[in-house]
């Protein structure tokens, strides 16, 4: 006897619980999955740009939490220098947060609204038959159960395993690695910087500073070997990009007075390579795909206003059906309600492109 809900949402990022509560505020008796325990580790730059905080007084009608927040608080744009080594200076009002404390905040928003949250459980697997998709999932110390759905809302991002079961292909990956360190250096706290410059990494290179911690960042495409639900040492890709990470901290160093005393923790994460023209997919079937499970990313790694936007548009196109019997109506909906938010994505990547040689093919 599995236990019915109208929609399973799975992750408990920006996306997935935008989604849930946006449904459950809206009526609808829907799960929320996450296969870590909240709150949880999320490796990201943790800048929240102009748009994620009004999307977060739109979408959550409040102010995010002073206790989501570091130091320092206010952030005030993003610093890149191009391939050439040109600066480009973009002013902006943002805030600087720890995505384990938002993320468990917007999380704990979709359970007032209404969601039932089951975190540490992973989702193995799904079979959808006519009308239902059937979810089996598996919690550490317990056998697998399940729950089905009319319909299931996959926001994993790029690390989660149902999609890749679902395409039967592996996508193509950004490995990204990011150090914090106690220590400092003369560039302004209150930016976000982005290094393009081929010889720092094989995509981009960043640094910005959390509680006074100067945090120095690279990445690269991944190696096509990579074919797990978890980040993994492979060893070409291992040495390249620590032999990309000791150049740039050799620049920093020599360049903004970055000094260092002591290591404080390593990151290593997982993105999806964004190809020319952005494609997007919206779905299999009763699975419709949200952030970037579903290909939305802008730029530097920037995801969660573009997972929350994507979240709240197929939670609207499942409201504005009000049933699940017509699916293709709700990925009608879904198009048109996305469709700005993929403009803007394809405006961001085509901007990237002008300004540096290494994303000239996002020029397209």
Avoid at 289 to 305: D, T, V
Avoid at 354 to 364: G, L, R
């Amino acid at each position: 006897m599995f236990k019915k809900y109208d929609v399973i949402v799975i992750g408990a990022g920006p996306a997935g619980c935008t989604a849930a509560k946006r449904l459950a505020e809206n009526g609808f008796h829907v799960l929320l999955v996450e296969k870590l325990k909240l709150p949880r580790e999320k490796s990201c730059s943790g800048i929240l740009i102009q748009k994620s905080m009004t999307l977060v007084k739109q979408y959550y009608g409040k102010d995010i939490p002073l206790s989501a927040m570091c130091t320092p608080i206010e952030n005030r744009g993003m610093i890149f220098t191009d391939s050439h080594g040109k600066e480009f200076r973009f002013e902006q009002e943002g805030r600087n947060i720890w995505r384990s404390v938002f993320d468990h905040w917007l999380a704990q928003q979709a359970v007032m609204a209404g969601a039932a949250l089951l975190d540490d459980t992973m989702v193995t697997g799904c079979i959808e038959s006519p009308g239902l998709v059937t979810v089996t999932m598996h919690k550490e110390g317990t056998s697998s159960f399940g729950a089905a759905a009319e319909c299931v809302i996959d926001c994993e991002g790029v690390v989660g395993r149902l999609k890749r079961q679902l395409m039967k292909i592996e996508p193509s990956y950004i490995k990204t690695y990011q150090v914090f360190y106690e220590g400092i250096s003369s560039l302004d706290p209150h930016y976000f910087y982005a290094y393009l410059q081929p010889e720092f990494s094989g995509y981009d290179a960043w640094f910005n500073v959390k509680d006074d911690m100067p945090v120095l960042g690279v990445s690269m495409p991944a190696a096509d070997s990579v074919k797990t639900d978890s980040v993994i040492r492979t060893g070409a890709d291992e040495a390249a990009i620590c032999a990309y990470y000791q150049r740039f901290l050799s620049y920093m160093k020599e360049n903004h007075g970055l000094c260092l005393k002591k290591k404080i923790r390593e990151e290593r994460w997982l993105m999806p390579q964004i190809k020319p023209g952005c494609p997007i997919d919206l779905g299999r079937g009763r699975v419709f795909f949200a952030g970037e499970a579903a290909g939305f990313l802008n730029p530097m790694g920037e995801g969660i206003s573009a997972g929350m936007e994507s979240g709240a548009c197929i939670a609207d196109a499942i409201i504005q059906t009000h049933h699940f019997k017509e699916i293709d109506k709700i990925y009608e909906f879904y198009e048109k309600n996305s469709a700005a938010l993929h403009q803007y994505m394809q405006r961001q990547w085509r901007f990237l492109g002008e300004i540096s040689s290494a994303f000239s093919c996002m020029k397209q």
